[in-house]
């Protein structure tokens, strides 16, 4: 897969694929929501954004959508706003051709 035909809100690099998020925590259920207007994946989440509950769920929910280990996921930036980026290590390029058709069908 190009880096052309990729959603805005993924980026791949060296160490794997770069998630641009945005979080709603204090819901019901964790869910991805889909792509919003501004170019992040929206995801709610079924913590409360207290004392890193929120950040631990994100990460834990990620996993297990992208078939992961929770220790390859990695926030890399925005762990106390509602904007993150989060790195999924070691993902390859076929599990990212994966990942975009379930999230943006």
């Not at 035909?5 to 160490?15: A, G």
């Not at 019901?28 to 994946?41: N, T």
């Not at 890193?52 to 990620?62: D, P, Q, S, T």
């Not at 220790?71 to 390859?92: D, P």
């Amino acid at each position: 897969m190009s880096r052309e035909n990729l959603p805005p809100f993924i980026q791949l690099k060296k160490e794997g694929m770069v998630l641009s998020v945005s979080v709603q925590a204090g819901a019901k259920k964790s869910e991805l929501l889909g792509p919003a207007p501004d170019g992040f994946l929206k995801i709610r989440i079924a913590a409360p954004a207290h004392e890193g509950k929120a950040n631990r769920e994100l990460v834990r929910f990620l996993a297990e959508i992208f078939s992961l280990r929770q220790s390859q996921v990695q926030i890399i930036s925005g762990e106390k706003n509602r904007k993150k980026r989060v790195l999924l290590n070691n993902c390859i390029s076929s599990e990212v051709l994966t990942a975009t058709r379930f999230i943006t069908s």
